[in-house]
């Protein structure tokens, strides 16, 4: 069974910024193209960011402020939110595919694989 664990989210204060960790068990994750959802209370989910083999994606609304990269040692995939908004607020999802180019965006993405999500508050 694949599974995705999302770590590092918390209580964060305007401007500041967190390190948010997807970690994979059972399977090569740096044989997937990785993506970052994430989904506010009453709001749809919002893709920010993806890796895959020589691309990555960032949604406008981060660019600039949010930083995707492999952690190859870890089997892993971090995601460096800074300069953090009041509507950066919101639960943060991992998701995997393995065939996803990311230089396509995110748009109509589906993901073969969901982790449970780590939380994100910021306070001001």
């Known amino acids: 069974q694949l599974q995705l664990v999302e770590s590092g989210g918390g209580l964060v204060q305007l401007g500041g910024s967190l390190r948010l960790s997807c970690a994979a068990a059972?399977?090569?994750?740096?044989?997937?193209?990785i993506a970052w959802f994430r989904q506010a209370p009453g709001q749809e989910r919002e893709g920010v960011s993806c890796i895959s083999v020589g691309s990555t994606y960032y949604a406008d609304s981060v660019k600039g402020r949010f930083s995707i990269s492999r952690d190859r040692t870890n089997n892993a995939v971090t995601l460096e939110i800074g300069n953090l908004k009041s509507e950066d607020t919101g639960t943060y999802y991992c998701t995997a595919d393995p065939y996803r180019d990311c230089s396509d965006g995110l748009r109509g993405y589906q993901g073969d694989y969901w982790g449970q999500g780590t939380q994100v508050i910021v306070s001001s």
């Open positions: 059972g399977f090569n994750l740096n044989l997937f193209a």
